[in-house]
């Protein structure tokens, strides 16, 4: 994992290593990720649907949610590039 600010599309030097094993979470079958507020969300590769994972002190800390996809909202969350934009109020 490396970290990205979409300010100015840079890319971090330093690479983290995540662990393969966390709760609820099968990381062979991860499209996309990324963190936002206290969670991680995750795109399945096979079927396209966001899940959200709480994180807490740096580690998955519950588990995890479908929180949109085909079959929740008719969203296809799978695609080459996947980054969270700001939220609206």
Excluded: C, N
């Excluded at 599309?9 to 062979?28: H, K, M, N, P, R």
């Excluded at 899940?51 to 588990?63: M, Y």
């Amino acid at each position: 994992m490396r970290h990205f600010t979409a300010y100015d599309d840079l890319v971090g030097a330093q690479e983290f290593t995540l662990s393969t094993t966390a709760s609820g979470v099968d990381f062979s079958e991860i499209a996309q990720m990324f963190y936002a507020g206290d969670a991680v969300y995750t795109v399945r590769s096979t079927t396209g649907v966001l899940t959200r994972s709480p994180f807490t002190a740096g580690t998955l800390s519950g588990p995890s949610q479908a929180v949109s996809g085909p079959g929740i909202d008719d969203v296809w969350w799978k695609a080459p590039v996947l980054f969270a934009g700001p939220t609206q109020p």
